[in-house]
Every structure is written in structure tokens, then in C-alpha cells.
């Protein structure tokens, strides 16, 4: 099974621990990864904000990097919804006939894990106090969870693998799945409401005295931990990786 | 004629575009009002979350509204003319109005060819839409909003800023203040049972002073020709058996097939705008007693327009809840005057720029696109993915402006090349550890504001891997 590793622009730049415990942790269920060294972004910044036109060349550099592997697994749920709902219909000359829409192998981590690795235990362990922060791309666009929202008992994907670190204390929040605010160029163009949001999510966290705040998304808990810093806040902020790796 | 001048108008007068964020950003300067508006429409998102978990077959229920819905609209053409033909043959008299001034001149004229100078009026977003008030007081008649909520809009000369709840960005004080100038009440009293009462009393003088009644329309029956109006306060039904005359206004789109198919909506229309597992009433009406007439005004205004839109036809299933309003955040934190649209909030920001792309073109933008508007809704418009298609869809026209279609020439560069990406992301890293912090949290940073840029580490992931192959540390 060979997997290639997308890793976003803005985790590459800032956040390259979170793209080593993605690593680790895929390595460590036995899959075969590769991070192709080649990569750029795969286009939602310029697509969300209205010029799809303007991703074409992502797109295209999306394809030549990831066509030859069988999974594409990305510590991103925003980026893979993109990739899943918005790339153009992409499926290799290499392949076989009938082989998957490139789209269709891409996955994001939380998901890749529980329903193509079949992961039950991680073996981690975190004693901590941990707020969840559903990223509202892998929640109600990838459906990793039901949803606050909808009437459906369906397994939570995130909040499940979590509960397979040992000592991990999950807080309740009063809004279990509220956005952060941070919405790509909405954090700057609407930035007064985007900082309300997002203060008003950190202070769901705090107020349940979560020590760590993590998600899916390091985007969102760019946007939080911003807030938080420039409040002097002490609690910090993990990918769902670092903890489910054993990092925190 | 007349469209002449309005086209010389647009061609020489730049419509004014509706600042979102500068408007939201005046909302939300009152932390404490804004904790207050957020926390009193979530409280109406947490009842809906109630009532809707009460019946096991809700998401069955959305789906088969979405279902009927869409069928409906598919084939418009042929149940409009089917609820013509059956409601007249009832005895309503049927007008047809292709926009605002069509409908509201319609109104006007069947009050003033029966010597008519006083209506009441219940909740009707159509006539909001329609500015019906203006041009009828300007014809002389006395025009009385009865729902309480408009009533209050009403006597302060304001605009509803939600479709269901119209004056929820008042305080119950600044209310007192507003009756105690306009009816009198205590001066200093802010009681909600008291001000109830007391518009009330106010009101009743008027229900019985009236010549004719106007309703809004929540849903038309194709088969039957009837209508079906929905209120809480039981206003419409006190007008409308009042009075001689009533005239309904509704949208092309409010239109069902069948009598059967009511019970799928009302069971969610009120558990999704309130919490309510229905509204307090729900009234029928089919023909008009013996010597009273009913006017049914049929209004396109945009919509059989919009209906030839595939990829936005689908917001005229909305049936005007507002749950999409109470569980969007940024309705929340923004308030609905912030959209300058007559319908706010999610849905209005699909709506709006069916009408003038340029001028609402910052609604689609104001969303994060979580979707949560989306999963609420009970009709299953697939709103944050029209936000989507809309920006799209305003690239293509070119009405984006141009410094933000200058900066995506460059985004997409850069960020779509991967030897351009490491360019600047080399760039970017060198910039940041090198400039003083005034330099970087300037006046432009809009991110800076009030939140600290990441912390810049070491190495980027990509010089890691290259560097030990991904298999160090
Ligand atoms: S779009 Fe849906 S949720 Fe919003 S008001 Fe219309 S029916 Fe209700």
C-alpha cells in the first residue's frame, strides 16, 4: 500500500512537527509513505475565495505529485475536502482501466486510519486535559462525525481515535461544534467577526479548563492559538496527531 | 419607457455595494450587545435542536421536503396554473405581478377601487421585499403591522433584521422606551407582559377600525387552491375575519402540490424557526364568506429568473424559518441589518445576488462556509456550497474587485508552482525573522490585529525530509 503524503503550504512552513507525527503514525500502521518533495498547495485558498480560475496550476501540480500512489493521506480535513469536492475529474494514464478518481484516493488522516487502517489501539498515551475543536471542513463536509446539527447517531472518527490514547481526558464544550472563525481569507477580510468567533470558541475551551486544544485542521488552531498568545492564554495547541503519535 | 430611465440609471450611477464587514465590524465594537444577540439566537438554535431530536424521523422529513419541494419547482409552470384555475373556481380573485411596483400597485388599486383607507397587516417578508408600506402610505392609506415584532419595527421606522423574529436586535428596555414615545406606556417600564398588553390594546382599536387585512402566505396547495398562513399571535386570523377584504401576497414559490403534502412541512416549519412543534395557528383558507373577498397577488419578482439558474434555483425551496439565521455564527456576532438585504443571514446571501450580483457581492463572502447552515436547514438547500458557486460565479461576471483579483493572480502563482512556492516561502521566512515586530503587525495585517502570527520554526517540513530522507529525530 503505497500512501504519499500531502502535507499543506502553511503546515509545511509552521507547523513541520505536525507533518512528522503524521509520518510517524502512518509509518508506525505499516504503511509505505512517501513525502514527494515536489508538492505545492492544492489550490483552496484561491478557490475559496472566488477564483477557481486561479487554482488551475495547483491542481495540476496536485496530480503530478500524488497520481502514482495508491492512497493520499493529508493531516488536513479542509484541504482533502477540496481536493474531494472541487479538483477536476483526474484518473491516471498509468492505472489500470477503472482505477479511482485521484480525489477519491485522497483522505484525510482521521479517516484513512479508522476505515482503510482499521486502527484500534495507538498505544499513545496523554494525561492532559483535551478540548476538541471539530473542524467544520472534516465534520459536516467529510462527515467525520454526525454533526450537531442533523438527527443521526454516527460515530464520531476524531473523538473515537482520541479515546484510544490512554489517560486523555476529552472535555465537553457547551457548543460541541461550533466554527472558530478562521475560514481562509474570512479571517482577514471579515476580521472583526472572525476574531469574535474564535475568542468565543477559546473561551468554550477555557471555561471547561482544557489544557490542550486540539483538531483536524492546524488552519483552525492557527486562528486560535493567535488569539490565545496575544491573551497570554497557557493552553496550547496539538494536531490530532501529535497526540495520537504519543508526541504530547 | 420607464426601464430606459432604470437602465440610465445603472449605467451612470454606481450602485452602492454592501459592506458586510465593515457593517459587522460596527456590530460587534459592542462586545456586550453582541454576546447578547449570539446568546439569544442560539437559544433558539438549542430549542430547534430539541424539538427536532423529538421526532425520530427527521432527517426522513427534510429529505422528502427537499423531494417535493424540488419537484415542484421543476414543473411551476403547470401547478401555478392549476392553483389558478382551482382557486378561482373557490372564488378568489388571482392577480399575477411580475416584480415589487407590479404587486404593489395591484394592492393599491383594489383598495382604492373599494374606498378602502385602512389595512392591517400580518407577517409578510414578500411585501418587506415588495416596500408595499411606503407606496401605500403615500397613497393615502393607513397601513398597521399587527405582528408584534413588525409593529415594533414599524413604530421605530426600522427594518426587520430577521425573516422570523423580526425585532430581535431590540432590547426589551429600548422597546419600553419606544412604546412609552409612541403609545404612551410607563415611562421606564420594560416588562415584556406589560408592553404586550399594552400594544395590544393599541392594536385591537385598529383590527376593528379596518377596511381590509393583507396576509403573507406560508403555503399554497396546487390541488385545492387553497392557501395556509402560519403566526403565534393569531393577528392574521383576527384581521382577515375582521375585515371585508383580505389580500394574500405570496412568492411563485410557496406553491405545493397536494393537501397531503402540508403535513411533511408544517411538522417542520415551527420546529425548525422556534422550537415549536407547531405554530399557534395554522390557518386554512379556501373561498370567502358570503359578501367578503379574498385577493390572492402571485408574485415573480426575480424568482422564475432565478428558477432558470441551475445552480441557484435551488434557495427558492427555502420556506423561511430562520433557522439558517440562528445557527449561523456570523449572523450571529454581525446582526441582520449587517446583510442590507430584506432576507438575511445564509439564505439571504444566496438570494440577494440573484437580484444584483454587484452590489450584494460581498454576502457570498461573508461566511466561513462551515456548512452548519446547510444541515440545519429543513428543506436541504445546499446553502454553504451556493456561497461557494456564487464567488465563482462573480469572477466569472467580473465583479470582484481589483486589487483582490490582482492578489489571486499572485496567490495562485505562487502557490500553485512549486518552485515559486519555495521561492517565497524562502522569502516569506527571511521577512519574518528579520523585521522588527512593527514592521510585521503594521496597520495592514489585518491578521495581527489581535492575533500573534505562528511562531516560525527552524526548518520547514520539506527541508527536514530532504535533509535526513523523513527518517531522523
Ligand atoms: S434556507 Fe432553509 S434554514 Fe434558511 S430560512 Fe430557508 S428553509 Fe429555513
Not at chain 1, 70 to 84: A, N, T
Not at chain 1, 170 to 189: N, Q
Not at chain 2, 100 to 120: F, K, P, S, T
Not at chain 2, 330 to 344: A, E, F, L, Q, W
Request: net charge negative; aromatic share 8%; proline share 4%.
Amino acid at each position: 500500500m503505497k500512501v504519499g503524503l500531502f502535507i499543506p503550504c502553511y503546515v509545511d512552513q509552521f507547523y513541520p512537527q505536525v507533518a512528522k507525527a503524521t509520518l510517524q503514525l502512518l509509518r508506525k500502521f505499516d504503511c509505505d509513505v512517501e513525502y514527494p518533495t515536489n508538492q505545492a498547495c492544492c489550490g483552496q485558498p484561491m478557490a475559496n475565495a472566488g477564483f477557481q480560475n486561479r487554482a488551475r496550476a495547483a491542481h495540476r501540480s496536485f496530480e503530478k505529485n500524488f497520481d502514482r500512489f495508491d492512497y493520499v493521506v493529508s493531516p488536513s480535513g479542509s484541504c482533502v475536502l477540496y481536493v474531494r469536492d472541487h479538483h477536476p475529474p483526474h484518473i491516471s494514464a498509468e492505472e489500470p482501466a477503472g482505477s479511482a478518481d485521484l480525489s477519491e484516493r485522497t483522505w484525510e488522516l482521521c479517516e484513512f486510519l479508522t476505515d482503510v487502517v482499521g486502527v484500534e489501539s495507538t498505544g499513545a498515551t496523554c494525561s492532559r486535559r483535551v478540548g476538541l475543536h471539530q473542524s467544520c471542513h472534516g465534520l459536516r463536509g467529510l462527515r467525520l462525525g454526525a454533526g450537531s446539527e442533523r438527527q443521526l447517531q454516527a460515530e464520531n472518527k476524531v473523538r473515537s481515535l482520541l479515546e484510544m490514547v490512554d489517560g486523555i481526558t476529552l472535555v465537553d464544550l457547551d457548543r460541541p461544534d461550533e466554527c472558530c472563525g478562521f475560514g481562509g481569507t474570512f479571517a482577514v477580510t471579515e476580521e472583526a467577526v472572525s476574531v469574535r468567533m474564535g475568542t468565543d470558541r477559546l473561551a468554550d475551551h477555557l471555561s471547561h479548563r482544557a489544557e490542550i486544544i486540539t483538531g483536524t485542521d492546524m488552519s483552525c488552531l492557527m486562528h486560535l492559538e493567535g488569539l490565545a498568545r496575544r491573551r497570554s492564554e497557557s493552553v496550547s495547541f496539538r494536531h490530532v496527531a501529535e497526540i495520537l503519535n504519543g508526541d504530547v | 419607457m420607464s426601464s430606459a430611465v432604470v437602465e440610465s440609471d445603472t449605467e451612470f450611477v454606481a450602485l452602492p455595494v454592501i459592506h458586510h464587514a465593515r457593517a459587522a465590524a460596527a456590530f460587534t465594537s459592542d462586545a456586550a450587545r453582541t454576546d447578547w444577540h449570539d446568546e439569544s439566537l442560539w437559544l433558539v438554535r438549542k430549542k430547534r435542536d430539541v424539538a427536532a431530536a423529538a421526532v425520530p424521523e427527521w432527517e426522513e422529513l427534510r429529505a422528502l421536503a427537499s423531494a417535493v419541494k424540488e419537484h415542484t419547482l421543476g414543473r411551476l409552470d403547470e401547478y401555478l396554473v392549476q392553483f389558478e384555475k382551482n382557486a378561482t373556481e373557490n372564488g378568489v380573485h388571482v392577480h399575477w405581478a411580475a416584480d415589487a411596483d407590479e404587486h404593489n400597485r395591484i394592492v393599491a388599486q383594489i383598495l382604492r377601487e373599494r374606498g378602502a383607507r385602512r389595512l392591517v397587516k400580518s407577517k409578510s417578508m414578500l411585501t418587506e421585499e415588495c416596500g408595499l408600506n411606503g407606496h401605500l402610505e403615500a397613497d393615502g392609506v393607513e397601513v398597521v403591522d399587527t405582528d408584534l415584532g413588525e409593529r415594533i419595527i414599524q413604530l421605530a421606522g426600522d427594518t426587520p433584521s430577521h425573516i422570523v423574529m423580526p425585532a430581535i436586535h431590540y432590547k426589551k428596555e429600548e422597546i419600553g422606551t419606544l412604546f412609552n414615545r409612541t403609545m404612551g406606556t410607563q415611562e421606564g417600564s420594560a416588562d415584556p407582559q406589560y408592553l404586550t398588553e399594552a400594544a395590544r390594546a393599541d392594536l385591537r382599536k385598529r383590527f376593528f377600525a379596518a377596511d381590509a387585512s393583507l396576509t403573507g402566505v406560508n403555503f399554497a396547495v396546487a390541488e385545492t387552491g387553497g392557501f395556509v398562513v402560519c403566526t403565534n399571535e393569531g393577528n392574521a386570523d383576527l384581521g382577515v375575519h375582521l375585515a371585508p377584504i383580505h389580500i394574500a401576497s405570496m412568492g411563485i414559490e410557496k406553491l405545493i402540490p397536494r393537501a397531503d403534502d402540508l403535513g411533511i412541512f408544517l411538522r417542520l416549519l415551527a420546529r425548525s424557526a422556534t422550537g415549536q412543534p407547531l405554530t399557534v395557528y395554522s390557518s386554512h383558507f379556501h373561498a370567502p364568506t358570503p359578501g367578503r373577498e379574498i385577493h390572492l397577488v402571485l408574485v415573480d419578482n426575480g424568482r422564475s429568473e432565478q428558477l432558470g439558474r441551475e445552480a441557484f434555483a435551488a434557495g427558492l425551496k427555502c420556506i423561511r424559518c430562520g433557522a439558517c439565521m440562528n445557527t449561523c455564527p456570523v449572523y450571529r456576532r454581525s446582526g441582520g441589518h449587517s446583510y442590507g438585504s430584506t432576507i438575511p443571514g445564509p439564505i439571504g446571501s444566496i438570494l440577494a445576488p440573484n437580484r444584483d450580483m454587484k452590489k450584494y457581492r460581498e454576502l457570498p463572502y461573508a461566511s466561513t462556509l462551515c456548512g452548519s447552515c446547510t444541515d440545519v436547514c429543513p428543506v436541504m438547500i445546499d446553502i454553504h456550497e451556493q456561497l461557494y458557486a456564487w464567488r465563482q460565479e462573480e469572477t466569472r461576471a467580473g465583479v470582484q474587485p481589483p486589487f483582490k483579483r490582482l492578489s489571486m493572480l499572485f496567490a495562485g502563482m505562487f502557490l500553485g508552482r512549486p518552485r515559486l512556492y519555495r521561492l517565497g516561502a524562502r522569502l516569506m521566512r527571511f521577512a519574518l525573522s528579520r523585521l522588527p515586530r512593527s514592521a510585521i503587525y503594521n496597520r495592514w495585517n489585518a491578521w495581527g490585529r489581535e492575533r500573534e502570527l505562528p511562531q516560525l520554526p527552524e526548518e520547514s517540513f520539506r527541508d527536514w525530509y530532504v535533509r535526513t530522507g523523513g527518517t531522523s529525530e
